[in-house]
């Protein structure tokens, strides 16, 4: 039975239903003088919605991946949970996107259901990708926040436009790389025992390259661009097998991180912090050094939802700056400890490993690479931050998929886990059909 | 490519495992390190989010108490000393930016109800926020402020006084005094103040030359030795050469042969120098150790806010095979410095039958359901001298209250044993440097035949002499907890 996958679905989301109960009711247990009985109205609102995407997806995406939106509603959750538990009217804007989210996810499945048409677009796609990243930066509606552009203010329409490039850049680079892996691979020559590829199919990837660094320098999303470029040495191991054009990449971006943290002020200084935040705590090095702080005050266990300081009592002075946002991770180790961070870990690693299978059942080129792409770059994303927040690489502004406040970031991310399942419902269809019977059906 | 896809798998891992290694690190591993980090403000922050205990008085006076401000996670507490300036000396203060100090700091595990770390996740398993304990002090309000009252009228100094026979510390007082509910707005206008010193506790931090009262650890040194019998008469000249140096007695008064009793009762210098030589310097050393001199007095306050007492050189105590001059030491000269805290665990220690008890500030601790959780087990430091030496010795201190030098400290009806002393220190900087500065001292217990009370009262930065100054606040105090006593 293949419409079991439904089914499937729909159990999962009982654990999902369980945890958001259990959080709204801890949350509101805890402040139960503050808040009044709408958060329980919040869970069941959330579960009505939850459904009826599931609902949506039986009739459009009936052999799409079942684990996929319940492991992303998990999250969901849980960090409406944690951004209720910081401000109650945060929650109710990320409400609100949550559920233009799921809107434009379902839009998504209406509209490319045949998702292939997104190749014949390609350079346009491309285009859009860059005009995007470079928005910031425009005159009029550019924003500039803690010395990054990172957003855009159009009339009352704010949003992060990278959040949504990431998702052009990786359909352009599947889409390019598609048709162009065999002459990567087969084109490649032996330099001094280098496996190079052939120089007239290096200028797509060099632009990519480029762009990286233009994000680094103009942009000053050191975060951004190193979750691109990642995503992009991805893809292109993948596409070609060739380690070495990883290896030639990677060699390529330190190169130019390191030339641009030597004469790039904002870029020099994310280092520096990232590597001597004692120096300046009170300043520079606080929002890095508080994260941290945060997470020995949670130790194994955590100290219990709304337990955790974020501001200093009696001020509102952060003691945990961009709580909400930033540094979210950080205060799920303060409140849920160690163990309740592995299992946020836990959920991204199990979307990965779906993301993954569905790239391994899909047939073609274009959708294993796509698949892949978009798995890589969403990992990537929840690995960029939660690594800046641990110090495992300098600290950035890059939100923490589906669980950072934020409406761009939670609305890009279900446009990606739209076209995944896209990609999902045909490849575990077409595995599960004979091609005969494919064929019949077809006619 | 699918061998590829595994393989990006593969690293996807490998990354997020790095980030679990990352977490465990900061969260478990260096938590501890973490939170010692002096950029690190939770651990006070949090500090401040428990409601510490109070600190009473003996009779209930609530000396010290934390008031809720604001609600919610925004709650915190914020001390408050009812009181005020009386019991800055020796309760201290508490606050998160400015520290803590004195019976604040030394008691703050029972305070902030620190438990072990099983019983506090007992707590937290069962929804109790952590809650403090209440210390009841051993300290008479009516005692302390008769105590800092006549300090406040004399000038400098400080005054302690001690049950003997339990080392129960029921006055403290230093003077000039601070308010600690001053201290979070203006801590470094008090520290900045060098010539007033606020906030220095001089019952425990004060060095001061001791005088004439150093010649009861002498006499108590002569005769539990066995160098001398309350019998023996020893010469005592108007003048005596020491080490080069002329000895005199007040006015040069020649007393002839005399005996311990009125040696000590007109404070003999000659008599008492001859004595400090014949016990020698290692035997009195050995006396003075056993009074407690020469180490951290065993009291309930941090280690480095009590000053040991003994001859310094420097910053730096002396012992025996040191170049000292101990016939000077013998009467309290030389380079000799104690404290008040000190001299009083001498009067104590003479009042109970030659036994020292440790001297302690706290008395109960209350948990917050009302329970007694700990109380006070009087303990002794040491023997310093047997009983039948505190017996003479007493007899030859009651002389001194009835005939001699210390008659301001009589107290109607009552039998006082007490020593006078007044060092005199010209140009002593602690006094802005005037020429004619004494350190006047009276020390003593009450009453002599069954001692309820050991007290130690000095006076710095006067021109007049312990029995002027000192006795007289040795009387009111003394009185004061002797009425309390007997009603």
Not at chain 2, 423 to 447: D, R, Y
């Amino acid at each position: 039975m293949i419409r079991s996958a439904r089914n499937r679905e729909l159990l999962a989301l009982i654990p999902v239903a369980l945890l958001l109960s259990a959080g709204f009711a801890a949350v509101f247990a805890q402040e139960n003088a503050r808040l009044g009985k709408l958060s329980l109205v919040y869970g069941a609102y959330f579960l009505a919605v939850c459904l009826a995407t599931h609902v949506y997806l039986r009739l459009r995406l009936p052999d799409a991946d079942p684990y996929l939106f319940p492991l992303v509603a998990l999250l969901t959750a849980f960090g409406l949970v944690m951004v209720y538990r910081i401000d109650e009217g945060l929650a109710r804007d990320q409400a609100n996107w949550f559920v233009l989210g799921l809107v434009l996810f379902a839009l998504t499945i209406h509209f490319l259901r045949d998702y292939d048409v997104l190749e014949r677009y390609r350079y346009t796609i491309a285009g859009v990708g860059l005009l995007l990243l470079l928005a910031p930066r425009l005159p009029g509606i550019g924003q500039q926040v803690n010395g990054a552009y990172l957003g855009v203010k159009i009339g009352p329409l704010a949003f992060q436009p990278a959040e949504f490039s990431k998702i052009c850049i990786v359909v352009f680079l599947a889409s390019y790389l598609r048709e162009r892996r065999e002459v990567l691979i087969v084109g490649a020559r032996r330099v001094l025992g280098v496996t190079l590829p052939p120089l007239k199919h290096l200028g797509p990837l060099l632009v990519v390259w480029g762009a990286s660094m233009f994000m680094l320098v103009f942009i000053r999303d050191l975060g951004s661009s190193l979750m691109f470029f990642a995503a992009f040495l991805a893809l292109l191991y993948v596409a070609t097998g060739r380690f070495s054009f990883v290896v030639i990449g990677m060699g390529l971006f330190l190169l130019g991180a390191w030339f641009f943290a030597a004469t790039v002020p904002h870029v020099h200084d994310r280092v520096e912090i990232w590597l001597n935040p004692y120096n300046d705590p009170t300043a520079s090095g606080y929002q890095i050094l508080q994260s941290i702080f945060a997470q020995a005050d949670g130790g194994l266990f955590g100290k219990g939802f709304g337990q955790a300081l974020i501001t200093i009592p009696g001020t509102h002075d952060a003691l945990l700056p961009a709580a909400q946002t930033d540094t979210i991770y950080s205060l799920i180790v303060n409140e849920l400890g160690l163990f309740g961070a592995c299992g946020v870990i836990l959920v991204y690693l199990l979307i990965a490993a779906r993301g993954f299978k569905v790239a391994l059942l899909a047939d073609d080129g274009f959708s294993k690479l796509l698949a892949t792409g978009l798995t890589a770059v969403f990992s990537i994303q929840a690995f960029v931050i939660i690594g800046g927040v641990t110090r495992v690489i300098p600290l950035t502004g890059v939100t923490l998929p589906f669980i950072s406040y934020g409406g761009s970031s939670i609305v890009a991310n279900f446009v990606l886990l739209a076209l995944l399942l896209l990609i999902s419902d045909r490849a575990r269809r077409e595995a599960a059909v004979p091609r005969g019977a494919f064929a019949l059906e077809g006619t | 490519m699918n061998r590829q896809i595994v393989q990006l798998f593969g690293l996807i891992v490998v990354l997020f495992g790095v980030l679990i290694g990352f977490t465990s690190w900061w969260s478990v591993f260096d938590a501890k390190a973490l939170k010692e980090k002096e950029a690190n403000k939770r651990p006070l922050l949090e500090q401040q989010q428990i409601k510490r205990g109070r600190i009473l008085a003996a009779d209930g006076t609530v000396l010290a108490r934390s008031v809720a401000k604001g609600s919610g996670a925004n709650r915190r507490y914020v001390r408050r000393y009812p009181e005020g300036a009386l019991y800055g000396h020796p309760i201290g203060y508490s606050f998160v930016r400015q520290g803590d100090s004195e019976f604040e700091k030394f008691h703050n595990d029972e305070l902030v109800g620190e438990e072990s770390e099983f019983g506090s996740i007992l707590d937290q398993l069962r929804g109790r926020n952590q809650e403090g304990n209440d210390i009841v002090t051993n300290i008479e309000p009516e005692a302390q402020r008769a105590a800092l009252g006549d300090l406040e009228a004399a000038g400098f100094g400080a005054v302690v006084a001690i049950e003997p026979s339990s080392g129960r510390v029921k006055v403290m007082a230093s003077n000039p005094p601070y308010d600690p509910n001053r201290v979070p707005y203006e801590l470094k206008k008090l520290n900045e103040n060098e010539l007033e010193a606020p906030l220095l506790d001089r019952a425990t931090q004060g060095e001061f030359p001791p005088g004439s009262t150093f010649k009861v650890v002498t006499a108590a040194a002569g005769l539990d030795s066995g160098t001398i019998t309350p019998e023996t008469a020893i010469d005592a000249p108007g003048t005596l050469d020491v080490q080069g140096q002329p000895l005199q007695n007040d006015f040069n008064e020649d007393f002839g042969p005399i005996t311990l009793d009125t040696a000590l009762t007109n404070s003999v210098n000659t008599w008492f120098a001859q004595l400090g030589e014949q016990v020698g310097e290692e035997t009195l050393f050995e006396y003075m150790d056993r009074f407690g001199f020469n180490a951290t007095p065993a009291i309930d306050l941090p280690e480095d806010q009590v000053y040991p007492s003994g001859v310094y050189e420097e910053g730096k105590l002396l012992g025996p095979g040191d170049p000292i001059d101990i016939a000077r030491v013998a009467i309290g000269q030389e380079r000799l410095l104690v404290t008040p805290l000190q001299m009083a665990e001498v009067a104590a220690a003479v009042a109970n039958g030659g036994k020292l008890m440790k001297p302690q500030i706290w008395s109960r601790v209350i948990d917050p359901d009302g329970r007694v959780v700990k109380s006070l087990d009087p303990a002794q430091y040491s023997q310093p001298i047997d009983e039948q030496t505190a017996v003479e010795l007493t007899t030859a201190m009651e002389g001194v209250v009835s005939e001699g030098t210390g008659t301001n400290a009589a107290i109607p009806g009552v039998p006082v044993a007490g020593k006078t002393g007044t060092a005199e220190t010209p140009g002593n900087e602690a006094c802005g440097g005037g020429s004619e500065e004494n350190q006047a001292w009276f020390i003593g217990f009450a009453p002599a035949d069954e001692p309820k009370i050991a007290i130690a009262a000095t006076v710095g930065c006067t021109t007049q002499f312990g029995n002027d100054v000192a006795a007289p606040i040795f009387r009111d105090v003394a009185e004061t907890i002797l009425d309390n006593e007997g009603s």
